[in-house]
């Protein structure tokens, strides 16, 4: 259901999942799948909503829970959290000689000698922030329709 989340675009779902990846929620084993929809679901919001959850992603980083750690990696890689290398490359230093080999393999897609996104990477974020602004287009004409019904009705 968290992962599922990560799919709906809601700044409200963020909310959600920030809540459930904290600390203590929920159970250790829940948690990180919470972390990870956080990476999936940063993609899609807006610049604000977005940077809260990047910030709350790196914060995963130092967390005392390996696997919390481990999503939080993935989830700052899924999201393109290209200003957070640093962070990644930290937390890369301190982990085993092969995990640390399999994260480097990831961060090869998420880096570029020049930082720049390929065409396709660009184009794809593209299309995605025009979809999500004609879903929200959507959603207020038919909020606008449903009330004109209502009054209509009425």
């Known amino acids: ?3 599922a989340l990560a799919h709906t675009r809601d700044e409200e779902a963020a ?3 920030l809540h459930r990846s904290a600390p203590a929620a929920v159970p250790q084993t829940v948690r990180h799948h919470a972390v990870q929809a956080l990476g999936q679901l940063a993609r899609q919001l807006d610049k604000r909503p977005r940077e809260r959850v990047i910030e709350a992603l790196e914060d995963r980083l130092r967390d ?3 696997k919390v750690r ?3 990696a993935i989830g700052l890689i899924q ?3 290209r200003d957070r290398l640093g962070a990644l490359e930290r937390y890369r230093s ?3 000689k092969q995990d640390a080999s399999r994260l480097k393999k990831r961060l090869g897609r998420l880096k570029r000698s020049d930082g720049a996104l390929t065409k396709a990477e660009a184009r794809i974020d593209e299309l995605e922030d025009r979809l999500r602004k004609l879903s929200e287009r959507l959603e207020k004409a038919e909020a606008t329709l449903d009330g004109r019904e209502e ?3 009425g």
């Open 70 to 72: 481990a999503s939080a």
């Open 15 to 17: 909310e959600v999942l």
């Open 94 to 96: 301190s982990l085993t």
């Open 79 to 81: 999201a393109r959290a």
């Open 151 to 153: 009054s209509a009705e």
């Open 1 to 3: 259901a968290l992962r």
């Open 64 to 66: 005392p829970v390996a």
